[in-house]
């Protein structure tokens, strides 16, 4: 099992370019995640999906667009990017838990996005 | 809102001493709670979770976590550190309003010294 898979690992994009983040997932997992993480400040969640087909906000959602068109993808969307999305991405997935809450989230490696 | 709070960004210890990493929690009900941890250049990957069943809790590589309801704390210790364990460390909690998500404290580096 290749577990959860970030495609590209690096990228550095131009301000008002658009790129897309790709997830994948083997584990057959129904939730999936998308985070940044910026120095001093955690891991802040963008977007998230409950199964295939629905996404929720986050606590930064704006500036990002995801889609989850199939169960073992995860899409997350730069429509304009500007320096501010300058991060490292990572994705993660997780079963749901019993009792809800208690699961375990499975963490891509990351994809670190330099904006200029 | 719920949320975490990690006391000290950054942590040094010598190897073989004790490491005590800091989390204290915001909410009137026991929340679940998580320690992960970051090796560089690496996502995050799951230590120990506190899910009601036991207050103290044992997770992988000598690490474990005592939750105190009375402190509203989750502190993260293991006995002995080894040059292994550097990494950073992030503590989390499920928000009771909506379970589906977690909280991410900022997380604290623990550097390990020989």
């Known amino acids: 099992n290749a577990g959860v898979t970030q495609t590209p690992k690096f990228r550095v994009l131009k301000t008002g370019q658009s790129m897309t983040l790709l997830c994948a997932q083997d584990?057959?997992?129904?939730?999936m995640y998308w985070y940044r993480q910026d120095p001093g400040m955690g891991l802040r969640l963008i977007h998230y999906?409950?199964?295939?087909?629905?996404?929720a906000k986050g606590e930064v959602p704006d500036g990002y667009n995801v889609s989850r068109l199939k169960k073992q993808n995860f899409l997350l969307g730069l429509e304009s990017a500007a320096p501010s999305q300058t991060s490292v991405y990572f994705c993660?997935?997780?079963?749901?838990?019993?009792?809800?809450?208690?699961?375990?989230?499975?963490f891509g490696p990351g994809t670190r996005l330099t904006v200029l | 809102a719920q949320s975490v709070t990690q006391l000290g960004s950054h942590v040094s210890v010598s190897e073989g001493a004790l490491v005590l990493l800091r989390c204290n929690y915001s909410?009137?009900?026991?929340?679940?709670l998580f320690w992960y941890v970051q090796y560089p250049n690496q996502g995050l990957q799951l230590l120990l979770k506190?899910?009601?069943?036991?207050?103290l809790v044992k997770g992988i590589n000598g690490f474990e976590a005592e939750f105190k309801k009375s402190e509203t704390s989750f502190h993260l210790t293991k006995p002995s550190a080894h040059m292994s364990d550097a990494a950073e460390y992030f503590c989390?909690?499920?928000?009771?309003?909506?379970?589906?998500?977690?909280?991410f404290g900022t997380g604290t580096r623990l550097q390990v010294f020989p």
């Open positions: 993660a997935s997780s079963y749901v838990g019993q009792p809800p809450g208690t699961d375990t989230q499975y």
């Open positions: 584990m057959n997992h129904e939730y």
């Open positions: 999906s409950v199964g295939e087909g629905t996404t």
């Open positions: 909410s009137s009900v026991p929340p679940y």
């Open positions: 506190y899910t009601s069943a036991a207050t």
């Open positions: 989390a909690v499920t928000p009771i309003y909506n379970t589906d998500k977690l909280i």
